[in-house]
């Protein structure tokens, strides 16, 4: 079994992946996808998004945010999948595209960096597709004929061969994102402001590959340098939605990750039941976000932790904090988010202190089972 060196102990992948879902809030046992969830899933919906929208289907009916991950076994590897249903997306989409980062480095791709694109909602949809034609017919004497003839049924599968073959007219391709709604243009803008906030490494990439009628608004991938100093898509995913219910406002959002490993993994093995050290609580929207960026420190210092950063209440995430059994209770509130210190409380004494995030760290990894 593969061990890697992160923070003062080596441990296996699977223990490792275990851990970031641990502290990116996907906290239950892993789901196992099989080649027999996937018979359903039509031919041309690429494996990354079949996973996602067989994850989702195990969700069933949901009416609070929810996050759940599984495992694919495929040849001679593993694709670990996240998703995060929620009426309001909110920060929860971080937590996906967060989780699928840190697997992603923790396979050992070095430099991950998240690429974003928008397929957008219906209208955006119709505004694309009535250019994508208009396209097609004005470069018809310039376009293989072959090609062209899809356009007519599959147009964006017409336009992704396009891309494919390097045609000299891809590049003049219409772009989703230039006819977003004005709804599907806030969506983007509020995800970029987001992750922003949140640090999270981006850039737009317009000629990010999807499935139109699977997946809405947002688009995601990740890309990593490997061992031997390639660039490669390691992980894909966005925002699909549920449209078997009728109305608009009865539909479930769901964002998910596909991350691709190379090594056959067995996470339902690997499970660590040992108490957490400490348990995240944030007072406030800013402390929510400063909270967040936290985490990423808490798990490269291999310090087990929980944290309920969807809940709105200060009572729902203290009564989790308790049944965690965590030793320590860190809080942040708006004052701590902007000095970027911590309030340290001792579950067992009640007693509590402020320290600065790096003496936070520091105290937390010496803090044993």
């Known amino acids: 079994m593969r061990t890697l060196e992160r923070g003062p102990r080596?441990?296996?992948?699977?223990?490792?992946?275990?851990?970031?879902?641990?502290?990116?809030?996907?906290?239950?046992?892993?789901v196992s996808i099989?080649?027999?969830?996937?018979?359903?899933?039509?031919?041309?919906?690429?494996?990354?998004?079949?996973?996602?929208?067989?994850?989702?289907?195990?969700?069933?009916?949901?009416?609070?945010?929810?996050?759940?991950?599984?495992?694919a076994k495929k040849g001679g590897g593993t694709n670990v999948v996240f998703a995060a249903a929620s009426p309001k997306l909110s920060i929860a989409q971080a937590f996906v595209v967060k989780a699928a980062l840190a697997t992603s480095e923790a396979a050992g791709f070095e430099n991950p960096l998240v690429l974003i694109s928008s397929v957008g909602d219906a209208e955006s949809r119709r505004r694309y597709v009535r250019e994508l034609g208009n396209f097609f017919k004005k470069n018809a004497k310039e376009i293989p004929e072959e090609i062209l003839e899809m356009s007519g049924k599959e147009p964006d599968a017409a336009a992704r061969l396009l891309i494919e073959e390097e045609h000299e007219l891809a590049e003049s391709l219409p772009r989703t994102i230039d006819f977003l709604s004005e709804s599907s243009r806030k969506i983007m803008l509020e995800t970029i402001s987001l992750f922003e906030s949140l640090?999270?490494?981006?850039?737009?990439?317009?000629?990010?590959?999807?499935?139109?009628?699977?997946?809405?608004?947002?688009?995601?991938?990740?890309?990593?340098?490997?061992?031997?100093?390639?660039?490669?898509?390691?992980?894909?995913?966005?925002?699909?939605?549920?449209?078997?219910?009728?109305?608009?406002?009865?539909?479930?959002?769901?964002?998910?990750?596909?991350?691709?490993?190379?090594?056959?993994?067995?996470?339902r093995t690997s499970r660590n039941d040992t108490k957490p050290a400490c348990f995240v609580v944030h007072v406030g929207e800013a402390a929510k976000l400063r909270s967040f960026t936290l985490l990423d420190s808490l798990w490269r210092a291999h310090i087990a932790l929980e944290q309920a950063l969807l809940s709105d209440?200060?009572?729902?995430?203290?009564?989790?904090?308790?049944?965690?059994e965590a030793k320590y209770i860190a809080i942040i509130g708006q004052r701590e988010a902007?000095?970027?210190?911590?309030?340290?409380?001792?579950?067992?004494?009640?007693?509590?202190?402020?320290?600065?995030?790096?003496?936070?760290i520091s105290r937390m990894s010496r803090v044993h089972a």
């Open 338 to 360: 902007l000095d970027n210190t911590v309030i340290i409380k001792n579950a067992a004494t009640q007693l509590q202190e402020t320290v600065t995030v790096d003496k936070f």
């Open 34 to 71: 099989t080649r027999n969830d996937l018979g359903d899933i039509p031919e041309h919906v690429d494996r990354d998004t079949a996973l996602i929208a067989t994850l989702a289907g195990k969700m069933g009916h949901v009416t609070q945010t929810t996050q759940m991950w599984a495992t």
């Open 313 to 324: 209440t200060v009572t729902d995430q203290m009564e989790k904090a308790k049944d965690s």
């Open 199 to 267: 640090e999270i490494q981006y850039e737009l990439d317009s000629r990010l590959p999807y499935v139109p009628d699977v997946q809405r608004e947002l688009i995601f991938a990740i890309e990593g340098t490997d061992r031997k100093g390639n660039i490669v898509r390691v992980a894909t995913g966005g925002r699909l939605q549920d449209e078997t219910k009728g109305k608009k406002k009865d539909q479930t959002d769901i964002i998910g990750m596909s991350v691709a490993i190379d090594d056959q993994l067995d996470i």
């Open 10 to 30: 080596r441990e296996s992948l699977d223990a490792a992946i275990m851990s970031v879902a641990q502290t990116y809030g996907f906290t239950s046992q892993p």
